[in-house]
């Protein structure tokens, strides 16, 4: 009698989460990021590209699958963006101006918060943070490219609603997603990555910044502490090659201006007015003594979402120059008071937390190399934005938004990893616990 043969099983094995195909609404999302960062709707506004892309965004995420809602909500960090904001959305009835507070969270702060809570909903592989983050690189692009063609001024701006500041302040946060990028990626994208890090470098050069210069060499000195030592040599090549864009571009008139920074010695010129000879802490240290005694003032509820110029201008019975709070802390301590500070400053800490889990995780787990250095990536950025937004009004950009959503996502992936392979792990930290392994079990 003859043995029947075993059947083979010939299925294709599954591609990993890696190899797998991007779903479409991270790639939806990425679009969306590309167009509120680089401001692309500006150009169009009749076209309403900002709410389309949201809207279709919207719908890609109720079509998928939503078994894990509940885990995301129980993230501390997605519990304090909605508080914050809730916080929004209560104080204002009790704002200096109810109508202005209620279209800015409508219509400003409403759609990070969106973008927030689609990111750690819906991103959950390392190559769709990669997606995502390319989004934030292609913003920067665009905004490198009009301002290399078609900025005039000294103080030059490409769009309705980014000044030369606030192009700096992209170019800054950005830098370390494009040149971690470049240190760590494969193919003809690093080569584009490491072309807009140099680029941002122009930009900012261009913009005269000098909060833009100060925070872009912070965050290359990070860049040289922070980076692996294999990556270092690379990391030190870059920062030189940086150095040397500066050296060869910058003109006498912009290192005429740099030469203010601190103030104090600098005499008013042709090239260089009063309020540029004063320096950084010149031209802000009377605005951030304002803008405390308003904290001080409303320290519960704050005067309101969006409404920190108003507030300013209020203080003085609207005579003079209304000023902004040029500084992202003091910004939201003035509009949602001293929870809203809180808050703010939890979701920094949280990130940088998660980010450095992650790395830590990494040195035990081999196959976390990927999120290891995207890990590394965002904490410089952080660190980037934590001094540049210390000079500039930027507490409800997205960009922070986004960077504390990938730490939470960062963090998930190297907690879910961990536990599959070794000990388990406390994903709302990303630290180690003890117990023992899945094998052994």
């Not at 079509?63 to 129980?74: E, K, P, Q, Y």
């Not at 990556?231 to 150095?243: E, K, N, W, Y």
Request: proline letters at 5%.
């Amino acid at each position: 009698m003859q043995s029947v043969p075993a059947p083979v099983d010939i299925r294709r094995r599954p591609r990993s989460a890696g190899h797998a195909g991007v779903p479409a609404v991270v790639v939806a999302l990425a679009v969306y990021i590309f167009l509120i960062i680089g401001r692309v709707p500006d150009e169009f506004p009749s076209l309403h590209l900002a709410l389309v892309t949201a809207g279709i965004t919207g719908v890609l995420v109720l079509l998928g699958s939503n078994r894990d809602a509940g885990r995301v909500f129980r993230r501390p960090e997605t519990r304090a963006v909605l508080a914050l904001f809730g916080l929004s959305i209560v104080t204002i009835p009790f704002s200096v101006w109810p109508a202005e507070s209620l279209n800015f969270v409508a219509r400003g702060f409403g759609t990070v918060v969106f973008l927030f809570l689609v990111f750690v909903y819906r991103v959950k592989s390392a190559r769709s943070i990669q997606i995502v983050l390319w989004g934030v690189l292609a913003a920067m692009l665009v905004l490198e490219i009009t301002l290399m063609l078609w900025g005039k001024g000294d103080r030059p701006q490409v769009t309705n609603t980014y000044d030369s500041n606030d192009i700096a302040f992209v170019m800054v946060c950005g830098f370390p997603l494009g040149v971690v990028g470049f240190l760590h990626g494969r193919g003809p994208g690093r080569y584009i990555a490491g072309l807009i890090s140099a680029l941002a470098v122009v930009a900012v050069l261009l913009t005269r910044s000098r909060g833009g210069l100060v925070s872009l060499c912070i965050v290359m000195g990070l860049l040289l502490v922070k980076t692996s030592s294999r990556r270092r040599l690379g990391a030190a090549t870059i920062v030189l090659v940086c150095v040397l864009i500066l050296g060869a571009f910058g003109s006498k008139e912009y290192w005429g201006r740099m030469a203010t920074i601190w103030g104090g010695n600098a005499p008013a010129t042709d090239s260089v007015g009063e309020y540029d000879a004063s320096g950084i802490w010149g031209a802000r240290w009377g605005v951030w003594q304002g803008a405390l005694r308003l904290v001080l003032q409303r320290p519960v509820i704050g005067a309101g979402a969006g409404l920190s110029p108003v507030a300013e201008g209020l203080s003085h019975h609207g005579l003079g120059k209304w000023s902004a709070a040029h500084n992202s802390f003091l910004e939201i301590g003035v509009e949602l008071g001293i929870p809203g500070l809180a808050l703010f400053v939890f979701l920094l800490y949280r990130a940088v937390k998660n980010c450095r889990g992650v790395v830590r995780l990494a040195r035990q787990q081999p196959g976390l190399g990927t999120e290891a250095w995207l890990a590394t990536a965002v904490e410089v950025s952080l660190y980037a934005y934590i001094a540049a937004g210390f000079v500039l009004s930027q507490a409800y950009s997205p960009i922070p938004y986004l960077l504390v959503a990938t730490s939470v996502v960062l963090a998930r992936l190297a907690s879910a990893r961990t536990w599959a392979s070794g000990p388990r792990t406390d994903e709302s930290s990303g630290e180690s616990m003890a117990g023992p392994s899945r094998r052994a079990r």
